[in-house]
């Protein structure tokens, strides 16, 4: 019975490994739409896998290894390498390096998660979930491709910044709300989580998948805000200021 439990969730972190690869293999054929519903697909495995963790109550170390190993292929390579073949291959060795930032930058940010982590439940990610990148990069080109197979002139521009912009989220102290439990405790605990996930899903269908762009670009947006609302708060509260000079007067002792 435990092994029967402890498999389920393996299952679709599997299945989420497996789509991350199916990605790789439609990006190096040209075929950028079938790659980019195929990372889609990848998020969809990696959130089930954890919500038949809790189901089967069968979370573990183990799970958590191969799931970041999983998610390094689906959300690091992947969209990396579409990056690369969709816009990036033509500024050579700077491509390269740019289209890179994703999986190189998502390691990072999952190695850091791994050590960090002190149990299998989270009520915030520190920096952006690889997910959340991985989507934000296939929806900007499912949403800004021509029918040639190529970005428009101003998404091409706007590409490298993007990638550039979610790496460096990936790795940063922002916080971000994990998805919302099913459970009757969570739900009277944040509403507002479900209300903005139902609400979002609605959005979703009714523009047929045309709004996951803007609405994950409002996911960042307000991560942004509520960390520089925050910081702020403590600059004007004197704790931004006292640790400031703290931080100098240590220096200065430390020379």
């Not at 299952?11 to 519903?37: D, K, P, R, Y």
């Not at 183990?62 to 190993?69: H, K, M, N, T, W």
């Not at 790496?167 to 916080?175: C, D, E, G, H, T």
């Not at 609605?202 to 942004?224: E, M």
Request: charged share 15%; glycine share 8%; hydrophobic share 50%.
């Amino acid at each position: 019975m435990k092994i029967t439990r402890a498999v389920v969730p393996s299952l679709f972190t599997v299945l989420n490994m497996f789509c991350g690869f199916l990605s790789l293999i439609h990006s190096s054929q040209g075929e950028f739409t079938s790659a980019c519903w195929f990372i889609i697909l990848a998020a969809g495995f990696d959130a089930f896998d954890g919500i038949m963790a809790r189901i089967t109550k069968s979370s573990s170390e183990f799970g958590v290894q191969i799931d970041s190993l999983s998610d390094v292929v689906s959300f690091g390579a992947a969209p990396a390498f579409l990056a690369y073949r969709l816009s990036l291959s033509s500024l050579g060795s700077m491509g390269v390096l740019l289209s890179s930032l994703v999986m190189i930058f998502g390691g990072l940010r999952l190695a850091r998660f791994n050590v960090q982590l002190t149990g299998f439940d989270k009520d915030f990610f520190l920096g952006l979930p690889i997910p959340a990148s991985a989507i934000t990069v296939a929806s900007f080109t499912l949403s800004f491709t021509t029918p040639g197979g190529t970005l428009t002139p101003l998404a091409a521009a706007l590409f490298p910044w993007m990638l550039a912009g979610l790496s460096l989220l990936m790795v940063s102290k922002v916080r971000y709300d994990t998805l919302p439990r099913i459970s009757r405790r969570a739900i009277k605990r944040e509403p507002w989580k479900f209300i903005f996930a139902v609400l979002a899903v609605i959005v979703v269908v009714v523009t047929g998948g045309s709004a996951v762009f803007p609405l994950l670009l409002l996911f960042i947006a307000l991560g942004l805000v509520r960390w520089l609302v925050t910081a702020l708060r403590r600059w004007t509260s004197g704790e931004g200021k006292y640790e400031a000079e703290h931080s100098v007067e240590q220096t200065s002792i430390d020379t």
